[in-house]
């Protein structure tokens, strides 16, 4: 019986070699992010591997990590400096509209600012995915990761819930997560894969079959548009 319980091919040791697994891959997360310079390929690598553990092809968590960090530090930075300056254009919006603007036309101005703010989040959201799925440029990770958010509303939505609910928790009830301590444990990367599960659904739909010219050297996926 405990045999049985214990081999390597169990559920229970399965469920353990995954909990370890997004352990590690935290722990390497924090590490490369803490210059914030490489955030951008951080995220990438992060995700990246994520979708690899819930694709069950990650048979090293450490060397996907760090080649997948490796691949993407130039566009990984790209896409986050875009993003976040995408977002400060944003903020300078908000500011100038509720300090200059009043009655109806500031009402105007803030619904459509909190438009783009949901778009831009929903494009936030997919990019760094879709970039470590598919070999494409920024300007069109961006674009092909908005219309991904718009074409598959219910994933957006349920990505978004994953990200943001840890985030509210700690916010106004950090004991919950213990003052942020569970995040340096296994908090980012335990929400990377849980989106993962619903990211390569959508992805997968947008590669059709495994052929030697969509795939890369890593068996990151050629863009398809």
């Given at each position: 019986?405990?045999?049985?319980?214990?081999?390597?091919?169990?559920?229970?040791?399965r469920?353990?070699g995954?909990?370890?697994d997004?352990?590690?891959?935290?722990?390497?997360?924090?590490?490369?992010s803490l210059?914030?310079?490489?955030?951008?390929?951080?995220?990438?690598a992060?995700?990246?591997?994520?979708?690899?553990i819930v694709?069950?092809r990650?048979?090293?968590?450490?060397g996907?990590?760090?080649?997948?960090?490796?691949?993407n530090?130039?566009r990984?930075s790209q896409l986050?400096?875009?993003l976040?300056?995408?977002?400060?254009v944003?903020?300078?919006?908000?500011?100038?509209?509720?300090?200059?603007?009043?009655?109806?036309?500031?009402?105007v101005?803030?619904?459509?600012?909190?438009?783009?703010?949901?778009?831009l989040?929903?494009?936030?959201?997919?990019?760094?995915?879709?970039?470590a799925?598919?070999?494409?440029?920024?300007s069109?990770?961006?674009?092909?990761?908005r219309?991904?958010a718009?074409?598959?509303?219910?994933?957006?939505?349920?990505?978004?819930?994953?990200?943001s609910?840890p985030?509210?928790?700690?916010?106004?009830?950090?004991?919950?997560?213990?003052?942020?301590?569970?995040?340096?444990?296994?908090?980012?990367?335990?929400v990377?894969?849980?989106?993962?599960?619903?990211?390569?659904?959508?992805?997968?739909?947008?590669?059709?079959?495994?052929?030697?010219?969509?795939?890369?050297?890593?068996?990151?996926?050629?863009?398809l548009?």
């Open positions: 019986m405990l045999d049985s319980i214990f081999s390597a091919d169990s559920a229970l040791m469920v353990l995954k909990a370890a997004v352990i590690v891959l935290n722990l390497i997360f924090v590490a490369t210059p914030v310079v490489t955030l951008g390929a951080s995220v990438t992060l995700h990246g591997t994520a979708m690899r694709r069950g990650s048979e090293s968590v450490t996907d990590y760090l080649r997948a960090f490796r691949e530090v130039r990984g986050l400096l875009v976040a300056s995408l977002a400060g944003l903020a300078a919006w908000y500011v100038v509209v509720t300090t200059f603007v009043a009655g109806v036309a500031q009402l101005l803030l619904v459509i600012w909190l438009v783009l703010v949901v778009q989040a929903l494009t936030g959201l997919f990019a760094f995915p879709y970039l799925t598919f070999d494409d440029v920024t069109r990770v961006l674009r092909n990761a219309l991904m718009w074409r598959h509303p219910l994933t957006a939505l349920a990505a978004m819930a994953l990200t609910l985030v509210v928790v700690t916010v106004f009830y950090p004991r919950v997560a213990v003052y942020g301590l569970l995040w340096f444990a296994f908090g980012f990367a335990a990377a894969v849980l989106t993962g599960i619903l990211f390569v659904r959508v992805f997968d739909t947008y590669i059709p079959a495994p052929r030697s010219d969509l795939v890369t050297k890593d068996g990151t996926a050629r863009a548009s």
